[in-house]
């Protein structure tokens, strides 16, 4: 294989390359290497490029503009900007009045060595061009102002013009890129469960209804309940909470499934913890006793952890320096006492413990904030629900490493986990374990399934779950049953604990949360 270059074109300052390949000539067309030409580089790749004097395309938007001649522009492919130098004595005024923050610009010139601090590259401008404008005035993002996270939610559809915002979306991005990955690489196979569904996997009750009955002159029975149906599907129907039931399916026949896509709770939970909508990770594996099941998802954690501190250094830099400056103006008590990075680099660099839950209930009972009444929600006896603090206090205080408890008291579970045998009447357990963080307490929460048809049959019958809507479910326990495990991770979880961030609403792009559906 040979290149062959032609003459300088009288038209242009370029050289137009010939590909000689077996005799064969492939030319571009004029045409087709100005539009070439028209094609901008990001600013990311502009930034790490080593190849200066030469003509360069960015586009991109205004963060600011000083003394009439240098430009910060940003496209959002990184935290940096690259900074446009505009020759003003030769550039219209009118032009000029243009760039504004917030504006939409692209400029061609000559990448050349900064002479400034801090960047080692910058663009010579010698045309630019307004490609939206934006009012000065009115533009609610303003870096001088230092906006408030609370304004940032506002102004949703905004935010990710700062710099915040911007490396949280990436972080997320290269998650779910991450999540994908470890699961596909290990020969998992992606099903996509449903978003509408008739069946209630977590036995809550705290659904949002889907119906495309009227308000008004809804169809009635005798009695006088709604008639469900002559709704769409024939049947009351709700968004998901869980695609787990049918990944579950799914794993009885290919062996190893994951599930990945929004969820829904009508929880009326105004907190900083939770979300109306999220997303939510949930393998299933066949075969899969409980120790299997924690090994796969204290791998995984890991493993995505690591990918995306490699991939997104400079983000999670910037996001630690920022949750360090946060932390200043709170009291010491309040303060983490690990920065981002070494939380991180905590959870990569220890294995999890392991711990019963009556092990745990034990050190709970006996620890100082118990005794000294410390706990909002006091510790007094086995069976009780632990509590973020209690799971914080196990992570952070006493065992100083991520914790998975286990065998947790049936009575606070749902119902598809496995019943334990042997345990004493009125403390029977289930296979059941969730993962805990420091920082943020639970972030996953998993069992091995119950196998067994006629004590799933039992369990359904004492919280009043009907048979004949899980009836297809059921079948998995009728027709060739085996041991199996799975867990649930909300993705939302994952990345509130990775960015730092502290409000949950900050890490997906539009929150729904109770009282806000904007955007």
Not at 187 to 192: A, D, I, K, S, W
Request: glycine letters at 6%; proline letters at 3%.
């Amino acid at each position: 294989m040979q290149y062959k270059y032609t003459k300088f074109l009288n038209t242009i300052k370029y050289k137009i390359t010939f590909l000689k390949l077996n005799n064969s000539h492939y030319i571009c067309t004029l045409n087709e290497f100005y539009e070439k030409m028209k094609k901008h580089i990001r600013i990311i790749d502009l930034l790490e490029n080593t190849k200066t004097l030469q003509e360069v395309n960015a586009k991109g938007w205004v963060r600011t503009f000083r003394n009439n001649q240098f430009i910060a522009l940003n496209d959002g492919s990184t935290l940096n900007n690259i900074q446009c130098v505009v020759d003003f004595e030769n550039t219209p005024e009118e032009t000029l009045k243009r760039i504004t923050t917030g504006a939409a610009i692209s400029v061609i010139g000559t990448l050349v060595e900064s002479q400034g601090a801090g960047q080692k590259v910058e663009i010579q401008v010698t045309k630019l061009e307004i490609l939206g404008d934006s009012d000065a005035e009115k533009f609610p993002i303003q870096p001088k102002n230092k906006p408030s996270l609370d304004f940032l939610r506002e102004n949703a559809h905004l935010r990710t013009r700062t710099n915040m915002f911007g490396a949280i979306m990436r972080v997320r991005s290269t998650l779910s890129f991450a999540v994908h990955k470890y699961f596909q690489e290990k020969g998992f196979v992606y099903v996509n469960t449903p978003i509408i569904t008739g069946s209630d996997a977590e036995g809550a009750g705290e659904m949002f209804q889907v119906s495309a009955l009227p308000f008004d002159n809804t169809p009635r029975t005798e009695d006088g309940k709604v008639n469900y149906k002559e709704d769409f599907f024939g049947k009351q129907t709700n968004l998901t909470v869980s695609g787990q039931l049918e990944a579950e399916t799914y794993a009885m026949s290919l062996g190893q499934v994951y599930t990945f896509g929004p969820t829904f709770r009508a929880e009326n939970s105004n907190t900083s913890r939770h979300l109306a909508e999220f997303w939510m990770i949930e393998p299933e594996v066949a075969f899969n006793d409980l120790a299997a099941n924690m090994d796969l998802a204290e791998d995984f954690i890991q493993n995505v952890i690591k990918y995306t501190m490699d991939k997104c250094s400079e983000d999670l830099k910037f996001l630690e320096n920022r949750l360090l400056e946060e932390e200043k103006n709170k009291p010491q008590a309040e303060r983490s006492e690990m920065a981002l990075l070494e939380k991180l680099n905590f959870v990569l660099e220890n294995n999890f413990k392991r711990v019963s839950y009556t092990e745990a209930i034990d050190i709970l009972k006996n620890s100082k904030p118990n005794k000294n009444k410390k706990f909002q929600y006091l510790i007094e006896e086995w069976g009780a629900d632990l509590q973020s603090e209690h799971e914080r206090f196990l992570v952070e205080k006493h065992f100083k490493c991520p914790v998975i408890l286990f065998d947790y008291p049936a009575k606070i579970k749902a119902f598809y986990m496995r019943l334990n045998d042997g345990t004493e009447p009125g403390k029977e357990t289930v296979r059941a374990m969730d993962i805990l963080f420091p920082g943020i307490g639970e972030i996953v929460g998993g069992s091995q399934r119950e196998e067994r048809l006629d004590v799933l049959i039992e369990k359904m019958k004492a919280l009043g779950i009907d048979e004949d809507e899980l009836w297809w479910y059921l079948d998995t326990r009728r027709f060739g049953s085996a041991v199996h495990s799975g867990f649930g991770l909300g993705f939302e979880r994952l990345v509130l604990f990775v960015t730092g961030m502290t409000n949950i609403r900050d890490v997906i792009p539009f929150p729904r949360t109770p009282d806000n559906a904007e955007f």
